[in-house]
């Protein structure tokens, strides 16, 4: 199963991704998660993503194609991977289907998440991250057990900086300016699967497996 994971900011990508991986034995790769990871560690490249993702603007192509590409020739990619908020513009896009081409590879599905501007903001200003084990968390959609803490591992619970209601405005603007016109780029190709977001966490997963499913 090669997938993408397409939606605006909030819409759910990184909550679904945990139920296809487990579902479909393939790596979860976030671009997102890459790069955060590598402004904790306090790499060149998270130096250089900070400076545009603080901003709520995209790293630039260069960067994020490049380290994509490099992931994608790991071994536990082999029998498929779940691409969660890769590719984000037409250049991105064109740059993973030459990179598959020359591995004789090609996409299953790309599972676009439809949620409204409205609930988006909502959901990435209330989201709350663990800061040891990464758990995702809401602080009125899907709480945990106790304000604050996280249930897998008892970590303290924060907020990404680049969830402040303003930043959140502008990823938006961003996603619909660059992003959104990967939708008709897909589904010209015949490969994009519709989800209803706005259902609660579990419904929205199960129908994303039911039709990843029944290829
Ligand atoms: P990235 O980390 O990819 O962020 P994003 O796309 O903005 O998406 P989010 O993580 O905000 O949202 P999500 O859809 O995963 O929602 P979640 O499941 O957490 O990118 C961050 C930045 O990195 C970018 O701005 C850019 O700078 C850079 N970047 C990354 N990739 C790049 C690329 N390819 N090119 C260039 N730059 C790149 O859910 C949100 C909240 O809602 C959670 O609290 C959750 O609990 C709750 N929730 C989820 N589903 C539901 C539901 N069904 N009902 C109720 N609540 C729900
Ligand atoms: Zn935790």
């Known amino acids: 199963m090669r997938a993408i994971l397409l939606g605006p900011p909030g819409a759910g990508k990184g909550t679904q991704a945990e139920t296809i991986v487990k579902e479909f034995s393939i790596p979860h790769i976030s671009t997102g998660d890459i790069f955060r990871q590598n402004i904790k560690e306090g790499t060149v490249l998270g130096k250089k993503a900070k400076e545009y ?10 960067l994020t194609v490049e380290l994509v590409k490099d992931r994608l020739l790991k071994d536990d990619c082999e029998n498929g991977f779940l691409l969660d908020g890769f590719p984000r513009t037409i250049f991105q896009a064109d740059a993973l289907e030459s990179a598959l081409e020359s591995m004789n590879q090609k996409l299953d599905y790309v ?7 409205e609930l988006l903001v909502e959901r990435a ?5 663990c800061k040891d084990c990464g758990q995702t968390f809401h602080i009125s959609f899907n709480k945990p057990s106790k304000e604050g803490i996280c249930d897998n ?21 961003v ?38 499913r029944n290829k």
């Open 153 to 173: 591992c008892g970590g303290e619970l924060l907020q990404r900086k680049d969830d402040a209601e303003e930043t959140v405005t502008k990823r938006i603007n």
């Open 175 to 212: 996603y619909q300016e660059q992003t959104e016109p990967l939708i008709d780029y897909y589904t010209k190709k015949g490969i994009i699967v519709n989800i209803d977001g706005e259902k609660p966490i579990a419904e929205v997963g199960k129908e994303i497996v039911a039709k990843m």
């Open 125 to 129: 200003v209330g989201r709350r991250i």
């Open 53 to 62: 993702m603080d901003q709520g603007l995209l790293v630039p192509d260069e």
């Open 111 to 117: 599972i676009n998440i439809i949620v409204k501007k």
